[in-house]
T-cell receptor
Framework: KAGVTQTPRYLIKTRGQQVTLSCSPI?????VSWYQQTPGQGLQFLFE???????NKGNFPGRFSGRQFSNSRSEMNVSTLELGDSALYLC?????????????FGSGTQLSVL | DQQVKQNSPSLSVQEGRISILNCDYT??????FLWYKKYPAEGPTFLIS?????DKNEDGRFTVFLNKSAKHLSLHIVPSQPGDSAVYFC??????????????FGQGTILTVHP
């Protein structure tokens, strides 16, 4: 079974631009979560989608948004990029048989904002 | 407000010895805890988990201990192998129907196992 696929792997943008990151979950997984990882901060939860609906959201500004498609693929968008948005963005999927499911992570998209 | 803390940024051990990674949490609502391992340029991979109704869970060389009264958990790796060298993240989730997909992670501990 293929794992979680994130594209692109690396991205360089400048301040003020916007960016869209893509995530394809493991086949059959309907829940997709997004996390931001910065040095020294661990992983910070952004949001979670299930059946095209956002079920949970972390404490990030409205510049961070996401969506999920009918095939469970998900995208996240960051508008008006700031230098502090430079981070590794990780997508994770789970079968969602409950809230106890361990998450399966992709390799991430490394975003650099100049 | 760091609800899950890993106070040791790094740990270095000799191959064959025990590695003990520690994690503290402050939120009493957390009732499920997980450890993830992360290699460079890869996403975190699930290692082992424990429910708050237990105080110990074993899986091969990996054992997680939970001390609810102290709000502390630890991961023991015995014996440690060079391939265990990675960043280890402690994570927690809380009960209730609104925790979908949300894990609260610690900052991570870099484990280096020397041959």
């Amino acid at each position: 079974k293929a794992g979680v696929t994130q594209t692109p792997r690396y991205l360089i943008k400048t301040r003020g631009q916007q960016v869209t990151l893509s995530c394809s979950p493991i086949s059959g997984h309907r829940s997709v979560s997004w996390y931001q990882q910065t040095p020294g901060q661990g992983l910070q939860f952004l949001f979670e989608y299930f059946s095209e609906t956002q079920r949970n959201k972390g404490n990030f500004p409205g510049r961070f948004s996401g969506r999920q498609f009918s095939n469970s693929r998900s995208e996240m968008n960051v508008s008006t990029l700031e230098l502090g948005d430079s981070a590794l963005y990780l997508c994770a999927s789970s079968p969602d048989r409950g809230t106890r499911e361990k998450l399966f992570f992709g390799s991430g998209t490394q975003l650099s904002v100049l | 407000d760091q609800q899950v803390k890993q106070n040791s940024p790094s740990l270095s051990v000799q191959e064959g010895r025990i590695s003990i990674l520690n994690c503290d949490y402050t939120n009493s609502m957390f009732d499920y805890f997980l450890w993830y391992k992360k290699y460079p340029a890869e996403g975190p991979t699930f290692l082992i988990s424990i429910s708050s109704i237990k105080d110990k869970n074993e899986d091969g060389r990996f054992t997680v201990f939970l001390n609810k009264s102290a709000k502390h958990l630890s991961l023991h790796i015995v014996p440690s192998q060079p391939g265990d060298s990675a960043v280890y993240f402690c994570a927690a989730s809380n009960a209730g129907g609104t925790s979908y997909g949300k894990l609260t992670f610690g900052q991570g501990t870099i484990l280096t196992v020397h041959p």
